[in-house]
């Protein structure tokens, strides 16, 4: 019956129960609709340039991060390898021999860094087919390259033109290496455009003489799946005292800096809509507590335990909530789906700016649902603390000082 | 048997600089099944003596027994439980739960003493029933006329099954002739079930039907006289 009489004095004031239901109703869903635009935009800007390229997580041999040398090159071997892939999470896991090189064209010469990828699995992470903007593939028995549109432009290179490269091979080694360019693609990051060029991982190996040796292993994870929780089930797997595991929050600190720069903006933001529609709860709870005041004072004259009105009240605030945030999970879900599938394009300044940081002008939105239950439970978390007041009020209450009022 | 008894009760407080005594030592009993009547003008202390018995206000002095159990040792929370085990209260203003029918009024009293709902059932139509409500079980309380109102007041009082129902002015919002429908059921059940009432009241014919009689005046009990 408590939850009767909660239910029926939710809707005893039928007009500002809407008003409160309709503000938290607006809260739940801006914060919703907000978060996942920007979750779901950050999320694009991680795959343009982790997704795409540094993979989520890279083991190293110990030290190469900072000393990115071929003589910091490794063997992994292939029992490691097998039991890595059986972790949860992990997509796909490649193996990479990245080192830097002088190229040169005609009398143009220019730093690049020349990566040698094995290329099924390259074309999981990296979807070259859709980057590819001239030439074609390349296929694992060829001898040749693939240059990033930058240093095609840098070289004015053709299909077909050749490119020679000196650098450091293994252990004192030299490294030099003449190849035809295959194709050009786009990494759509101005950045790697103007650094990268692409072999098979045995070319590169062989230019580098760092036979069965790799510089990274690429370790790619499912979508939204946790990669630290990876990264430690993988140490568990591996000699930590040779290796390192990096997330692309340590490779990229920039990054992950820049989105949480712009992400406590939007929190910010969202925490002023909490405000609001906590005063708004707040209001009605102080209104449900005064005008009832009297009957308070009745009810317990009567012989209802303080305990029992208490939970009444609470009941009604969880309805009021309940409704609101119900509501605005309900209305935002259709619209994060259908941006999820079908992002924001942006045009002019906009696009171009992100373009200009390496990222594509689109914004998709997140369509996770701890997005909503996560805004979910903050607003219910504030109707359950606003209830501290007239718990507080009830506990005080003496049936004849509330009757006289 | 006692079902009250009151020794030297006194209630004090300050109203504008001033002290009032609003029950100055009033000692005094009442047996099961009496129909009495609390008589007095306005600030006599009536209410404040119904307060006091029935473990709403505490006294500044003085005790208060009910069925031998001192209650003005009880505190609040025992006093809840008390109250919801012993006594029935009828207000002046009826005070129903707006939101709860006829029918779930009485049955609330019941649902706050854990009976189980086939007795809570059976029990609040009988209940209705007997103070002329049964065709208006599912009508909440704004659908329901002051008499009505106050009938089903008294329905909910009893549904407790209460040692005694202390009731304030409980006609005092109501036509004479909702007046008199209220005092021929309370009467009855005085007789029938031997349930005890006592009112406060200003109302001559409430005191009219009453077997005993107080009158109060400035906080004192001035004179108490058995009429049947």
């Known amino acids: ?405 | 048997m006692n079902v009250i008894e009151t020794k030297k009760l006194s209630k004090f407080y300050k109203q504008a600089d001033q002290d009032v005594k609003a029950l100055n030592n009033v000692s005094i009993k009442f047996q099961k099944g009496e129909f009495t009547a609390i008589v007095g003008p306005s600030g006599s202390g009536k209410t404040t003596f119904l307060n006091s018995i029935g473990g709403l206000d505490s006294p500044s002095s003085g005790k208060v027994f009910i069925e031998s159990n001192e209650i003005t040792k009880l505190n609040s929370n025992q006093l809840i439980d008390f109250r919801l085990k012993n006594i029935g209260f009828v207000f002046q203003s009826y005070n129903l739960i707006p939101v709860l029918t006829a029918k779930e009024n009485v049955e609330f009293i019941m649902l706050m003493q854990g009976i189980v709902k086939s007795e809570r059932n059976k029990r609040s139509i009988e209940l209705l029933d007997s103070v002329g409500m049964k065709e208006q079980l599912n009508r909440r309380p704004n659908q329901l006329s002051g008499g009505q109102q106050q009938r089903v007041a008294v329905a909910r009082a009893l549904a407790s099954k209460p040692k005694f129902v202390l009731a304030d002015e409980p006609t005092a919002n109501l036509d004479s002739s909702s007046t008199s429908n209220l005092l021929d059921i309370m009467n009855k059940l005085n007789k029938e079930e031997n349930m005890t009432f006592i009112f406060s009241t200003h109302d001559q014919r409430v005191i009219e039907r009453a077997n005993r009689i107080i009158t109060l005046e400035d906080g004192k009990i001035l004179s108490d006289v058995n009429v049947k």
């Not at chain 1, 030299?174 to 693609?185: R, S």
């Not at chain 1, 510089?215 to 430690?232: A, G, H, M, P, W």
Request: hydrophobic share 45%; aromatic share 12%; charged share 20%.
């Open chain 1, 1 to 405: 019956m408590l939850i009767k009489i909660a239910w029926r004095n939710v809707w005893r004031n039928k007009r500002r129960s809407f008003i409160t239901i309709v503000a938290i109703f607006i809260a739940v869903f801006l914060a919703i609709i907000l978060r996942s635009l920007q979750l779901g935009m950050y999320d694009n800007m991680i795959n343009n340039v982790v997704g795409s390229y540094t993979g989520y997580i890279q083991l190293h041999s110990k030290g190469y991060w900072e000393d990115k040398t071929i003589d910091n090159a490794f063997e992994f071997d292939q029992a490691t390898l097998l039991n890595i892939q059986k972790i949860d999470g992990i997509a796909s896991i490649l193996k990479r021999v990245q080192t830097g090189a002088l190229s040169s064209y005609k009398d143009l010469s220019k730093f690049v860094y020349i990566n040698g990828i094995e290329l099924d699995k390259e074309q999981r992470l990296t979807d070259w087919n859709k980057r590819l903007i001239d030439g074609k593939l390349l296929t694992n028995d060829s001898k040749s390259i693939i240059v990033a549109k930058g240093i095609a432009k840098y070289f004015n290179l053709k299909i077909g033109d050749t490119l020679i490269f000196i650098g450091q091979g293994y252990h004192g080694m030299q490294a030099v290496g003449a190849y035809p360019v295959e194709g050009v693609i786009d990494m759509k990051n101005p950045s790697l455009n103007n650094y990268s060029v692409f072999m098979n991982l045995q070319t590169a190996q062989d230019f580098v003489s760092a036979y069965n040796l790799i510089t990274n292993l690429i370790v790619d994870k499912e979508q939204y799946f946790d990669e630290n929780k990876i990264v430690e089930e993988i140490k568990s797997n591996i000699n930590t005292q040779y290796n390192d595991v990096m997330t692309w929050k340590e490779m990229t600190p920039e990054l992950d800096q820049l989105i949480e720069a712009d992400s406590a903006g939007g929190i910010l933001i969202i925490m002023i809509l909490y405000m609001i529609v906590s005063f708004g709860i707040f209001g009605t709870v102080l209104m449900m507590t005064q005008e009832r005041f009297y009957e308070f004072g009745v009810l317990i004259s009567i012989g209802m335990k303080k305990s029992k009105l208490i939970i009444t009240l609470i009941i009604e605030t969880i309805f009021l909530s309940f409704i609101g945030i119900m509501s605005g999970v309900i209305a935002s879900t259709p619209i994060i789906n259908y941006y999820h599938y079908n992002p924001l394009t942006l045009f002019g300044a906009g696009a171009e700016q992100l373009e200009a940081a390496g990222f594509e002008p689109i914004i998709p939105m997140m369509n996770t649902y701890d997005i909503a239950l996560a805004h979910s439970l903050i607003i219910f978390c504030i109707s359950i603390i606003i209830c501290i007041y007239p718990i507080f009020i009830i506990w005080r209450l003496q049936p004849i000082k509330a009757m006289k009022r």
